[in-house]
């Protein structure tokens, strides 16, 4: 494989990043007039820099505050690890005859509700309501994988701009530095490729799926060039694949930052964010050559760095 074909999936990786980059800023820059324009009152970000468990909260000033469970450290990583040990779960006790429908229904919900999300911050809600079901639907029958790498970033997109607003930026950056762990030690010891290899079989990777070509971008998702991408040699892969929680969860620390300290600081997040993912590109390509890469531990030393100029520099 020439070296620019091998490239061409770390070029597009990165264009995916700063895309939904991007957009996420386009979409949290409309939420505040959104509620101010309803009527409505969402909790904002906790004053301590990290809440543990959801309760009340004393500032310096005397003020008290509740601290919902979203906004929580302790139960949102109680959630995510109990969804990744019943999903491990059901992915070895039951069929993936039996999953394909249950996962491709699953997903197609997840979507529709990102894309809802995201139109009606501009559009009258029979209009949102309507694209959503209408690229929902799509995606169920028409999974090809531009479509998937599109409904993918609005959904990583919507998570963050919807959960940034209530997680404080430490509190997300602890949530990042653990999961990182959890993507070294499940890349480690090959959880993460037998999940993904489960789910490519069924159609619904939570990843962004690649192409080295460019007139691959229309191949369907079910295609054995697709699902057997967990089986194949570095060298004889068609396609590439970046995990959705490399591009969610930085998503999720970059929007928060914006909702704490701004814009030009969020920005300056996503740039560290950026670095994170680059670098982490470079160590794939200098020692491991080619072989699986945890993408989120690199992120996250880049991040804690940022945070920490962020935070504390005036």
């Given amino acids: 494989m020439k070296t620019h074909q091998k490239l061409q999936p770390v070029y597009w990786s990165l264009f995916i990043f700063i895309l939904a980059i991007g957009f996420a800023f386009l979409v949290i820059s409309r939420e505040d007039p ?12 906790p ?3 990290v809440t543990v468990w959801p309760g009340q909260v004393t500032s310096p000033s005397g003020a008290v505050t509740q601290v919902p469970v979203v906004s929580s450290l302790g139960p949102i990583l109680i ?3 109990a969804v990744v040990v019943v999903l491990g779960l059901v992915l070895f006790l039951i069929p993936l005859s039996a999953l ?9 919900f997840l979507y529709c509700w990102s894309i809802f999300v995201i139109c009606i911050l501009w559009l009258p809600l029979a209009f949102s309501l309507g694209i959503a079901v209408v690229v929902g639907v799509l995606w169920f029958f028409y999974s090809r994988v531009w ?3 599109l409904v993918m970033i609005l959904a990583m997109v919507a998570l963050g701009a919807v959960f940034g607003r209530f997680i404080a930026p430490w509190t997300a950056m602890i949530f990042l530095a ?4 959890y993507d070294f030690l499940a890349v480690r010891f090959g959880y993460m490729m037998w999940m993904a ?3 490519s079989a069924s159609d619904t990777l939570p990843a962004f799926i690649i192409p080295y070509q460019q007139t691959m971008w229309n191949s369907k998702l079910s295609e054995a060039g697709i699902t057997k991408i967990t089986e194949e040699k570095p060298e004889e892969r068609k396609f590439a694949v970046l995990g959705g929680g490399d591009v969610g969860i930085p998503l999720l620390l970059v929007c928060s930052v914006y909702f704490s300290h701004g814009p030009n600081r969020a920005l300056v997040m996503a740039i560290f964010c950026l670095a994170g993912l680059v670098s982490a590109y470079w160590i794939q390509s200098r020692y491991l050559k080619g072989k699986a ?3 989120l531990p690199p992120i996250a030393i880049l991040s804690v760095i940022g945070l920490s100029l962020i935070s504390f520099i005036k």
């Fill in 34 to 45: 959104f509620l101010k324009s309803k009527n409505l009152y969402l909790p904002s970000q």
């Fill in 47 to 49: 004053s301590q820099a």
């Fill in 79 to 81: 959630y995510f690890f």
């Fill in 100 to 108: 394909k429908l249950v996962f491709k229904l699953m997903y197609a």
């Fill in 147 to 149: 479509l998937h790498t």
């Fill in 178 to 181: 653990i999961l990182a762990i």
């Fill in 197 to 199: 290899k489960k789910l």
């Fill in 293 to 295: 890469m945890p993408a």
